[in-house]
């Protein structure tokens, strides 16, 4: 009789053109709707979804392993960074995920496309009535209420239970991510009767640093060096997104205020992606592609910088991060460092799409690339100040696999900047490689916050640099900003000025940083013993000596970096 029934509803699916259906099982949920979001209602059945798969891949374990290797000074491997066939080999999922994946969208007439260079993501187009047949979902109309932008997610859906271990998840479905923001900071114009610090033969920090920050005063603090980058095949990329265009013209006036002794021809270069565009209109110049433009070209002297404006046009739904990354993977000759000044608070990502950008970051930096992100200006409550009752980590940072940058202020000495974001992620498990010096942290913090934080999670920032009073050009006038976006471009240069040096001797870049910081690296920092970043109603963390969650081992000085890394 069961086959005799089964029989019939194979001929009945078959006569009506419709699959066999499958087992489900509920693969993502979210339990409520985000704070910050309002339901507008059902999203109508004809409107076009354009959705990815992101497919298990297939040995993380192996490329984790294998970026270790390449990464810790005391591995005979070390240096021996992966080709870009060998990072996508342990990324590419198995054929058998493929198979089964593709069979389940081909009995349902789905025809998807290929994104990404392993082939770990997929992408397909589909209305929202099949959308929600397919998942067993309810796609709605959500609004941001600050931004006042719209989108389509379900809070549940279901995959068939045979593609559990084969499909990772489906994207955008359950996330609420919100859109990234501008600088915390505002731009604050310069008094006319302040001048700049020029300082470039002496170590003698200039007085006028204890007011403003410009490049001398970080050559002078760090001991930075001004002479000019030989090897053109060192690149360093800027990350540049929500139409923030880097201008020539502020970059011009910025040189000649301050790196009088670079070409006047000194610029940088353009990689456009998901629409975007530069346009050299200055009313439209943006603060934070001023600032990461000036404090990348400003300082690494010569190094060629890339400035990747990553448009709107972006359906990654993760405001292009998703999307950077992908190209950046796919290119044969990606940068050897690669910074970035915006990121999200934690929470807003699924557990799923921080795990998969942070697989992506490791196979990156297996590469060879040395990924930078600010810590945030939030101080423990999150990218930015915000009410909130236990701490908020903020992402990319929490990735283990990319270098956090916090934010110092002063000069003698230097002491964290309140704003400075850390802590500990909520989603990703504390890395070896700075277990020894979080856990002397942790004992020293006691009982202080307890509660509010997860001790076992990956802890940052790793390092630190200036962040406040920073001087840059902007639409034709001279001021000031502030903020981890600050310190980040600024400790990319550094670590592009030493990849250039170490290229000159024939040696490899730096690439994934981490294991030489907490290792060799240590003793090439100086440590910031004083100040907290508060948040929360609380103090926030205090730096201390040794590392902290708010400027990490501290802030570089470019002469031991050298000799660490073997100059």
């Not at 007439?109 to 997929?122: E, M, N, P, Y």
């Not at 859109?179 to 915390?184: E, I, S, V």
């Not at 110049?285 to 000036?294: K, R, V, W």
Request: proline share 7%; charged share 15%.
């Amino acid at each position: 009789m069961l086959a005799s029934t089964l029989l019939l509803a194979c001929l009945a699916a078959a006569v009506c053109g419709k699959p066999m259906p499958r087992s489900m099982q509920v693969h993502e949920t979210k339990a409520e709707v985000p704070s910050a979001f309002q339901l507008v209602g059902p999203a109508s059945p004809d409107t076009v979804l354009t959705l990815r798969i992101a497919l298990v891949r297939s040995d993380l374990a192996g490329l984790e392993k294998a970026l270790m290797d390449v990464s810790t000074p005391s591995s005979p491997l070390y240096g021996q960074h992966l080709t870009k066939e060998e990072a996508d080999a342990f990324m590419a999922p198995k054929p058998e995920t493929v198979n089964a994946v593709n069979a389940w969208l081909k009995e349902n007439d789905i025809t998807v496309t290929k994104t990404s260079s392993a082939g770990d993501w997929l992408s397909f187009s589909i209305p929202v009535s099949k959308a929600n047949d397919l998942l067993d979902a309810e796609f709605s109309i959500f609004n941001h209420t600050d931004s006042g932008k719209t989108m389509i997610r379900t809070l549940a859906y279901s995959i068939p239970s045979d593609l559990q271990g084969h499909l990772d998840f489906i994207h955008p479905t359950v996330i609420f991510t919100r859109p990234l923001t501008g600088p915390a900071f505002k731009f604050v114009p310069r008094k006319d009767t302040q001048r700049p610090a020029v300082n470039l033969t002496s170590n003698a920090v200039p007085a006028s640093c204890e007011s403003e920050i410009t490049p001398a005063c970080l050559q002078a603090l760090y001991g930075i060096p001004s002479t000019r980058a030989s090897v053109s095949s060192n690149q360093l990329a800027v990350s540049g997104f929500i139409e923030q265009f880097a201008n020539q013209q502020d970059l011009k006036s910025f040189l000649s205020e301050f790196r009088p002794d670079l070409p006047s021809s000194t610029t940088f270069s353009i990689q456009l992606l998901d629409g975007g565009e530069n346009p050299q209109v200055i009313s439209e110049a943006g603060i934070e592609a001023d600032l990461d433009t000036q404090y990348t070209v400003g300082i690494a002297s010569g190094v060629p910088t890339t400035f990747i404006s990553v448009g709107e046009n972006n359906t990654d739904d993760v405001d292009g991060f998703l999307d950077i990354i992908e190209f950046l993977l796919k290119e044969t000759n990606q940068p050897q460092v690669l910074t970035t000044s915006y990121g999200f608070n934690e929470p807003d990502l699924t557990s799923s799409m921080a795990n998969n950008l942070c697989s992506a970051y490791m196979a990156l930096g297996a590469r060879g690339t040395s990924i930078l992100f600010s810590s945030g200006d939030g101080g423990v409550s999150g990218s930015q100040s915000q009410q909130c009752t236990t701490f908020i980590p903020t992402f990319p940072s929490g990735c283990p696999f990319v270098t956090s940058v916090g934010a110092t202020t002063n000069i003698a000495p230097e002491v964290a900047a309140s704003f400075s974001s850390g802590g500990f992620s909520n989603i990703f498990p504390q890395p070896s490689y700075q277990a020894s010096a979080v856990s002397a942290y942790l004992s020293a913090l006691g009982g202080t916050n307890v509660g509010k934080f997860n001790p076992g999670g990956r802890a940052f920032p790793d390092i630190a640099a200036q962040g406040e009073n920073v001087v840059i050009a902007f639409q034709g006038e001279f001021g000031f900003v502030a903020g981890t976006s600050c310190s980040t471009p600024i400790s990319a240069s550094i670590i592009a000025l030493l990849n250039d040096q170490l290229a000159a001797r024939g040696k490899q870049p730096l690439g994934f940083l981490n294991p030489f910081l907490y290792s060799t690296g240590v003793s090439a920092f100086t440590d910031i013993t004083s100040g907290n970043n508060p948040g929360c109603n609380t103090n926030g963390f205090p730096a201390r000596v040794g590392w902290d969650p708010v400027t990490g081992l501290g802030t570089p000085n470019f002469a031991a970096l050298r000799t660490a890394v073997g100059l």
